[in-house]
């Protein structure tokens, strides 16, 4: 129910001042941005893995019985558990900005204000627990930042939240169920998953990638004053 707080948030604030939620881009949008979506965190995770075994930093355990049963099982759960974060994050507070500034600042303001919202959770130890404070808070927070380029860039060029719902519920269990399993190693932690360094740096050439493609992106800014694309 905490992953629902941000959409359930949206709605309500939707509700009381605008008096519709019409605006959160519930369309399916095109199918390219949905498959781009689903297949972009088995890419990631091929990259990050791939990079910690080849560099020796961390052992492959072959568990892939394991990984399979997750992942069949219940990847529509993590999805719904992602459509209630991404119905506030992306189906609402990108929208909103994007009508006030450029894509740079929408993402960047989106990702930190969504990786400050994990903070009371990690912080508890509820979330993100595997390393010690002064490394996952840094980590997390800078891999959120990134992370938010790719969605808020998918949601506005789409026009819908649901690439951002398949992309977050995915990723979230293709890197905890399906990836996870098959890397051992004491330090893995801090090599490969959410307070991983490795993924870090792979999710921020992503996120150069995606920003490096904001001119292809429409204007939403509701004053155009301004004309550079971010």
Known sequence: ?????????????????????????????????????????????????????????????????????????????????????????????????????????????????????????TIMGLYVAETPLWWSLPIFFMGVITFSFVLAWLTMKSGSLWPAVILHGIDNYVTQKVFAPLAGGDMISYYVGESGIITLLVMLVFAIIFWMLRDRLPDLRVSKTDKPAG
């Open 1 to 121: 129910m905490l992953m629902w707080t941000p959409g359930i948030a949206a709605l309500v604030t939707a509700f009381i001042f605008f008096r519709s939620v019409r605006d959160f881009g519930w369309g399916p949008g095109k199918v390219k941005y949905l498959a781009i979506a689903f297949l972009f965190p088995f890419l990631t995770n091929i990259i990050t893995y791939g990079i910690l075994w080849l560099l020796g930093l961390g052992t492959y355990t072959g568990d892939w019985h394991t990984t399979i049963i997750f992942y069949t099982v219940t990847p529509l759960f993590s999805i719904f558990l992602g459509l209630g974060e991404e119905i506030g994050w992306r189906g609402f507070l990108v929208p909103q900005l994007a009508k006030l500034t450029t894509f740079t600042w929408v993402a960047l303001i989106s990702g930190i204000i969504w990786a400050l919202w994990h903070f009371p959770m």
